[in-house]
């Protein structure tokens, strides 16, 4: 033993079991067992507190992509207001061209300049009503969509 009695037992004596003399404590403590509302109610805040971090999460990604991708849009902006640009010189020159290989007026070369745009764009409009025409209403989810609406009504 040691030289102060109220120094707990070390060694063998540490672990006897419940019901010895006086002075033996029992090794293990008692574990409080927890009842199934509690688990479900750590559950919930564990479910909570997972789903919250993950929309925080998301949120953080969310910004970082949108800076890049707001980046990328203005780059793209400024990149066709530039082609823009050299369009308008070029039909300029395509103009100038003209005046110079057929001998014609500046008005003449500048109204053909623009026949060409107009009939170029008079062809892409007739190419897109065509595939416009094409577009039709996803009908399968519509008739998925009907049938669930109804196989829930009948519950």
Do not use: C, N
């Amino acid at each position: 033993m040691s030289a102060h009695p109220s120094t707990e037992p070390t060694g063998a004596s540490a672990a006897r079991p419940a019901g010895q003399p006086a002075g033996s404590h029992r090794a293990e403590p008692v574990v409080d067992e927890p009842t199934v509302g509690r688990l479900v109610s750590d559950a919930s805040k564990h479910l909570s507190t997972l789903i919250r971090s993950e929309i925080a999460l998301a949120k953080s990604e969310l910004k970082v992509s949108v800076t890049a991708g707001g980046i990328g849009a203005a780059l793209l902006a400024v990149a066709g207001v530039l082609l823009l640009l050299g369009v308008v010189m070029l039909s300029a020159a395509f103009a100038y061209a003209l005046i110079r290989w057929f001998d014609i007026g500046p008005d003449w070369a500048f109204l053909i300049v623009f026949g060409v745009y107009l009939l170029l764009a008079v062809i892409l409009a007739l190419v897109a009503v065509r595939r416009f025409r094409k577009v039709s209403a996803p009908q399968r989810t519509i008739d998925t969509t009907k049938a669930t609406v109804a196989t829930l009504r009948r519950r």
